[in-house]
């Protein structure tokens, strides 16, 4: 049950209303735990993969993030793995990474951060380098300890892409008539080929959906088939033709890129086949966004020492925290609770000797010290301390 727990979407009342059918049609006589003890087996095996002994090692790689979450506090996760144990074959999974830290905190200074990577240094022995996106405190945190940073590749292509971008007024009005057509046409007729709703924060990773509804829309104005009334409706999308093929193969490429590195790591040959991406394009823009990606591949390459291979994608831990957010999605209000220890949860291959060392020897104390440590007071609990603070003032009011 805690295998289906943390690698499916399923909430924890869902997996015991399950687990009661499951009995009752298969006649198993499983005693069924509740939701509460299900949240107790997570957060149990979450401090367990933390408190674990971390090898001592020279070749040790990190990844960084923090997350904006409900309310005003923001989570700092670290993850981290060997170089040594990398398998450059394929995606690293969740389980290939060992969660270091997990710290809640109103704001995340430079020096903050710093602080928290000292404490992992003496028990990891050398950080060799540390993936991360482009944020201003983690960028100066790695800097006072003179560590490399590979910048993500997922947020340096958005970023380029936003250079090449911000200042168009062609792509911006694009982007513009399309989110006003979801707010004007979304109970009307033509409901059913609407562009898909755009992201407002992290706009510039998430521009495939519009485009490629831009592409849709464009083969079928040139199709004698299609609906003449909705052909009329989408008659503006020929004044963006040449955009919306523009940005739509940048992207294809942009795309295969992430693809190549993520999954082979960077080096000369990896490189050399990003580049060759580009043979055959003309276009002077997506030319421009060449020199951006040949001199991006080019530093990271000659900022790593010793590395045959090197890791240049962060999206493991950012699937970590976009798994944590759905586990509380459901109350947007609680905010950031000892929940958070989910994600070193994540991490574990739920071999049944371990789940068995984990439930036996993790104490609920335990719990209890970790969270009053690392997340403090939760949303929930000041709201409940605030509001059973007016209710005794309005009692006592003649």
């Not at 407002?200 to 490629?212: D, E, G, T």
Request: hydrophobic share 40%.
């Amino acid at each position: 049950m805690l295998s289906i727990k943390l690698t499916t979407s399923a909430s924890f009342r869902s997996i015991s209303k399950v687990m009661v059918l499951v009995n009752l049609y298969l006649d198993l006589n499983i005693k069924v735990p509740c939701h509460v003890t299900l949240l107790l087996w997570v957060k149990k095996m979450g401090v367990y993969k933390l408190n674990q002994t971390k090898e001592k090692a020279d070749d040790w790689i990190i990844m960084i993030d923090e997350s904006i979450e409900f309310g005003h506090e923001k989570l700092l996760v670290i993850l981290g793995i060997r170089e040594s144990k990398i398998d450059f074959n394929r995606a690293l999974h969740y389980h290939d990474m060992t969660c270091l830290k997990i710290s809640a905190s109103d704001s995340w200074k430079g020096e903050d951060i710093k602080a928290v990577i000292d404490q992992l240094i003496p028990e990891l022995g050398t950080i060799k380098y540390a993936v991360a996106d482009m944020g201003n405190s983690i960028k100066k945190a790695l800097r006072l300890l003179s560590i490399t940073h590979v910048a993500d590749i997922n947020h340096k292509i958005s970023w380029f892409i936003k250079e090449l971008y911000k200042d168009d007024k062609h792509f911006e009005t694009y982007a513009k008539k399309l989110a006003h057509m979801r707010g004007s046409m979304s109970l009307g007729n033509m409901s059913h080929i609407l562009p898909p709703q755009q992201r407002v924060n992290s706009r510039y990773m998430n521009l495939k959906p519009i485009f490629k509804w831009g592409m849709a829309i464009l083969r079928m104005l040139k199709s004698e088939t299609s609906n003449p009334v909705e052909k009329k409706k989408m008659l503006f999308v020929l004044d963006y033709e040449n955009l919306i093929r523009e940005v739509n193969q940048l992207l294809e490429i942009a795309n295969r890129i992430q693809e190549i590195i993520k999954k082979n790591g960077l080096y000369e040959k990896t490189k050399d086949e990003c580049l060759n991406l580009f043979d055959k394009v003309t276009d002077k823009r997506i030319l421009k966004f060449k020199d951006m990606i040949t001199e991006y591949l080019t530093n990271m390459i000659k900022i790593v020492d010793g590395s045959d291979k090197i890791l240049c994608s962060s999206d493991i831990l950012e699937s970590s925290f976009g798994k944590y957010k759905n586990y509380i999605s459901d109350n947007k209000s609680v905010g950031i609770t000892d929940l958070a220890l989910s994600i070193p949860a994540f991490n574990s291959k739920l071999e049944q000797g371990e789940v068995l060392k984990a439930m036996e020897n993790v104490k609920i104390k335990q719990i209890k010290e970790w969270s009053t440590l690392n997340i403090g007071d939760t949303q929930i609990k000041k709201r409940r301390a605030s509001l059973k603070m007016e209710r005794r003032k309005k009692c006592l009011t003649p």
